[in-house]
C-alpha cells in the first residue's frame, strides 16, 4: 500500500516556477515507478512526466519538454516536479501516481494540487 500526497501547487505568473512535491508513505515507495498527470478543467486527464524506481529513467510529455524536470529522493520518499517558464495553458491539478513501471497503469493516486498560472 502506498499513500501519496502531493504539495507545491499555487499561483505564479507566466514565466515563473513551482516545485511540486509528492510524498509517499508504505514500505515499498522505492519499487514504484512515480508519473504527473495533470486535469484543466473541462478536459481530459493528461499524463506530464514519470520517473522510473531508481531515478535512472525519466519520460516527458511534449509539453512538459525542457521546461520541467522530475527528480525523486527515495530516502525521502519523495518524487520533485520541478516546472520552470510556466505557461497559462500550465493552468491544471496535477496528480502524482505511483505504478510498477513507466507507462504502466498506475495503482495509486494523489489527491492533487491546484497549480495556476496567470498571464
Known amino acids: 500500500q502506498v499513500q501519496l500526497v502531493e504539495s507545491g501547487g499555487g499561483l505564479v505568473q507566466a514565466g515563473g516556477s513551482l516545485r511540486l512535491s509528492c510524498a509517499a508513505s508504505?514500505?515499498?515507495?522505492?519499487?514504484?515507478?512515480i508519473s504527473w498527470f495533470r486535469q484543466a478543467p473541462g478536459k481530459e486527464r493528461e499524463f506530464v512526466a514519470a520517473?522510473?524506481?531508481?531515478?535512472?529513467?525519466?519520460f516527458y510529455a511534449t509539453s512538459a519538454k525542457g521546461r520541467f524536470t522530475i527528480t525523486r529522493d527515495n530516502a525521502q520518499n519523495t518524487v520533485y516536479l520541478q516546472m520552470d517558464r510556466l505557461k497559462p495553458e500550465d493552468t491544471a491539478v496535477y496528480y502524482c501516481a505511483a505504478g510498477r513501471g513507466i507507462g504502466t497503469p498506475a495503482e495509486y493516486w494523489g489527491q492533487g494540487t491546484q497549480v495556476t498560472v496567470s498571464a
Open positions: 508504505g514500505r515499498t515507495f522505492s519499487s514504484y515507478a
Open positions: 520517473i522510473s524506481w531508481s531515478g535512472g529513467s525519466t
